[in-house]
Nanobody
Framework: QVQLAESGGGLVQAGGSLRLSCAAS????????MGWFRQAPGKEREFVSA????????YYADSVKGRFTISRDNAKNTVYLQMNSLKPEDTAVYYC??????????????????WGPGTQVTVSS
């Protein structure tokens, strides 16, 4: 299995940027597609972005398309989420997650087996 740990969250003004990182340990990172999800207070956890094992395919929620970019560095066992033009509605706890090895990248939260503890992102207006 794989262990995940997010970092890079914080407080930023609207229009600003943050880059989240998710470091993986355990079995070979390159076997896993990776995803980012977020959960705002009082709301369900929602899909943000996903990336295939090679990084060649990426997926985004409509709400972040054009503002967020997902990437990965398999040599560093790390996946990133670059967040630009942040809005107050982006405020949430952000989680990285991985499905079972060799599963395709997906927007479906039910397919994700491994989760990090999350990192708080707060965007002030």
């Amino acid at each position: 299995q794989v262990q995940l740990a997010e970092s890079g969250g914080g407080l930023v003004q609207a229009g600003g940027s943050l880059r989240l990182s998710c470091a993986a340990s355990g079995r070979s990172f390159s076997m896993y597609a990776m995803g980012w999800f977020r959960q705002a207070p009082g709301k369900e956890r929602e899909f943000v972005s996903a990336i295939s094992q090679s990084g060649g395919s990426t997926y985004y929620a409509d709400s972040v398309k054009g503002r967020f970019t997902i990437s990965r560095d398999n040599a560093k066992n790390t996946v990133y989420l670059q967040m630009n033009s942040l809005k107050p509605e982006d405020t949430a706890v952000y989680y990285c997650a991985a499905p079972l090895p060799y599963n395709v990248a997906t927007m479906s939260i039910q397919q994700y087996r491994y989760w990090g503890p999350g990192t708080q992102v707060t965007v002030s207006s």
